[in-house]
């Protein structure tokens, strides 16, 4: 069991922070004249600030999830999210953060945008965490470590247990970040959060719940750690359409699960299939809904395919990933034109 003082890792601005208080923070409830937000009568319902609190879809997340709604915080993305926790406990030039390399960008460019040191260390060669060097980078400054299970863009679920050593041994925050968990059959650390109150898991809206358009990842963790970026986020930084749409998807949980297993089954199937033809050199073991391939001419297969109306990412200029490209699996019918297009190159 982890305990950190988190106010002790605060941010000194922070914890001393007035946060701004919205009309709808004055007043909650069916008021049947609101004239206190200088709102327009018309065009009802978008008419109306949406709830600062978001707490009809905190309450209605918390049973899937599992969690009391105090334990969740939503944001504009899982972006948004990364963005609170850099400025809340990071002192710009002052404080560091932690991360793996290869890993998904943003943490790094956050943390570049507040002028916060960002310290990389390199996976192992299966991709598997260097929880010893990984500790070795971290000094009484460090306040975050920024871990991604299952890993982007190397698609492995990394270690609970090893991630679990260093929620015990760091005396700041360990976010680790699920976008991909729902694809990797595996619960993800979420139940960990009771016991551990350094322990930060983000999630997102915008992978298996096909709904990257409207912007919704969440944070969820102790209450104490919610608190805080819920004081420091825009008062209004979910919109009503997006709160609706998540809302109406929530109450279909079948059609959720049924994209998932077609993932998962394209997944093999593209696997297989990618596995068979001479370019492909290596498909790398996934918990996520891509693939990551290394392929004989990176840069050439990527243009071909470019040309061809086919859009993958190429990888091969990050640390470990020579030779690779990303590859999203897409529908059946897309992933087949992906097969053809790739059979057709040279
Ligand atoms: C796609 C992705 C996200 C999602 O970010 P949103 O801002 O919620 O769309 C988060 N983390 C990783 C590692 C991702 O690959």
Do not use: D, T
């Given at each position: 069991m982890a305990e950190v003082n988190i106010q002790s890792i605060l941010r000194d601005n922070i914890r001393n922070l007035k946060p701004y208080s919205s009309a709808r923070d004055e007043f909650q409830g069916e008021g049947v004249v609101l004239l206190d937000a200088n709102e327009s009568p018309f065009n009802h319902p978008l008419n109306r600030y949406p709830d600062p609190h978001q707490r009809a879809l905190k309450s209605a997340l918390s049973i899937p999830l599992g969690i009391p709604a105090d334990s969740i915080f939503l944001g504009n993305g899982s972006d948004e999210a990364i963005d609170l926790l850099i400025r809340a406990f990071c002192e710009p030039s002052v404080n560091n953060i932690v991360s793996i390399s290869p890993s998904y960008g943003m943490y790094e460019v956050c943390a570049n945008i507040n002028n916060v040191e960002f310290r990389k260390v390199l996976l192992n060669d299966d991709f598997s965490l260097n929880v010893n060097a990984l500790l070795k980078a971290t000094d009484a400054n460090s306040r975050l470590i920024f871990l991604c299970s299952p890993n982007n863009p190397t698609a492995n679920l990394l270690a609970a247990e090893e991630i679990l050593y260093l929620v015990n041994a760091f005396k700041g925050l360990v976010i680790v970040d699920e976008a991909y968990i729902d694809f990797s059959g595996t619960p993800g650390l979420l139940s960990g959060i009771t016991k551990h109150n350094n322990l930060v898991i983000l999630r997102t809206?915008?992978?298996?719940?096909?709904?990257?358009?409207?912007r919704l990842g969440m944070a969820l963790a102790n209450p104490e750690i919610i608190s805080i970026l819920d004081r420091i986020k825009y008062p209004y930084n979910l919109n009503q359409l997006s709160l609706n749409a998540a809302q109406d998807q929530l109450v279909q949980p079948d059609v959720h699960q049924d994209w998932i297993h077609t993932i998962l089954k394209e997944r093999e199937v593209l696997r297989s299939r990618l596995t068979s033809i001479p370019e492909v050199i290596k498909v790398f073991p996934s918990d996520a809904n891509f693939l990551l391939v290394k392929v004989k001419n990176p840069l050439e297969l990527y243009n071909y395919l470019k040309m061809n109306g086919v859009i993958v990412r190429d990888r091969s200029n990050s640390p470990l990933c020579g030779g690779c490209l990303r590859i999203s699996v897409g529908s059946p019918e897309e992933n087949l034109l992906l097969i053809r297009t790739i059979k057709s190159f040279k």
């Open positions: 809206f915008s992978k298996s719940r096909a709904l990257a358009g409207i």
